[in-house]
């Protein structure tokens, strides 16, 4: 099964690098590993994560390992070129680099030259070398807000080097009890239950977010509803609910805000109503506050901030490999909507349980669901107090795994 491993991986890279030849976030992908190098560290701790999005999830716990062992410098990897180009000036890090391909070589390598104390793996990613080289120096290696399925590789009758890996993790701190139940099932024992660091991290910042006065003054005391990472199929939707509700203002902050992405969105809306976030930044808002109602965010880093302004959100992603985070709307107390492909992620199932969240499939579906929140207050009011109470609720992870590490080290 090794070989098959070292085999697929080749050839992911030979995919990877073809894809580079006319894709930009292929490009990055190759370009960012073959120009990195690596400094030497005396002792480090390794925080790895998959993408922008893991990053946020696990930066809770990035902040407080800081915190708690400043004697170590902090490197992070990121196997996304999303996450690292956002990312590889945090200054939560010493050092921020592209995850090496998982090779035995890379990752004796990598690990050699960062010489980490412990590693710190957020949700997913589990590559066989680098875990491997772990256990050999005898690094402890943690996963954090980790989640399992039935269907993944871990618990097929042909997943038994993915099994192996699981058996270099020091300790695993999952979000649910049927997480813990399959890793037992399987042998691991060495498991808490510990949540969702999300929780913590979206909870904190709806405490204290950033004030956008421009977003203030396009909201003007009307009720706006926002749609945050929206995909084509979102937007499309979105556009005909717009026209449904003339007396609310909207706010579509897409997952992607190429020049293309962002005409074609603009050319879905009313084209007399609608400006760009770009647009108005330096505008006095007495020139649009009264006659612009759709505004289109055609920047990154905004998104978490802006749902402060909203009264109902809509998260996009539900059309395609699955939605986004529905956390950061919840924490600041909305209903929150979303396309039919959510499955995967409990807190969206928990949401639309307790009625906090609700699910949708089509323009007719998105057009009933909103219109009774739109227009009945008590039932908004309702969700909006759900959705926060649950967010609420379910803090804590980062606490849990901070004591469990500082009694270990």
Known sequence: ???????????????????????????????????????????????????????????????????????????????????????????????????????????????????????IFTKYEYWYHFFNQLHKQHVPLYIISGIFRPGQVFFKWYGGL????????????????????????????????????????????????KELPEIAAFKNGQKLFIAGSTWPADEKLIAGLITQHPDWKFI???????????????????????????????????????HVSHLIIDNIGMLSSLYQYADI???????????HNTLEAAAFGMPVIFGPKYDKFKEARDLVELKGGFSIDSQDKLNAVAGLLMNDEDTRHASAVIAKNYVEQNIGATEAIRKYIKERH
Do not use: C
Request: aromatic share 12%; no cysteine; net charge positive.
């Open 1 to 119: 099964m090794l070989v098959l491993y070292n085999i697929g991986i080749t050839l992911y890279y030979v995919l990877v690098y073809v894809a580079s030849l006319y894709k930009n976030k292929a490009k990055l992908w190759i370009k960012g590993r073959r120009l990195q190098q690596v400094q030497p560290l005396k002792s480090s701790i390794w925080f790895h994560f998959a993408s922008l999005g893991e990053f946020e999830q696990g930066r809770p716990v990035l902040e407080a390992v800081k915190h708690e062992y400043p004697q170590h410098a902090i490197v992070i990897t990121f196997f996304s070129p999303s996450g690292y180009e956002a990312r590889k000036n945090t200054p939560l890090a010493n050092a921020v680099y592209y995850l090496p391909l998982d090779r035995a070589a890379n990752a004796q390598k990598f690990i050699s030259a960062i010489n980490p104390v412990m590693a």
């Open 252 to 290: 579509i902050a897409p997952h992607e805000i190429g020049e293309d992405k962002v005409s074609r969105l603009v050319n879905i809306l009313p084209k007399e109503t609608t400006l760009r976030f770009s647009q108005i930044s330096h505008l006095n808002p007495d020139s649009y506050r009264d």
């Open 313 to 323: 959100a809509y998260i996009g992603g539900g059309f395609g490999a699955g939605i």
């Open 162 to 209: 993915h099994r192996k890996m699981l058996k270099l993790v020091t300790w695993f701190f999952v979000q649910d009890i049927p997480s813990k139940h399959l890793l037992h099932n399987v042998g691991i024992t060495n498991v808490t239950i510990s949540g969702d660091t999300r929780f913590d991290r979206v909870w904190a910042n709806a405490q204290q977010p």
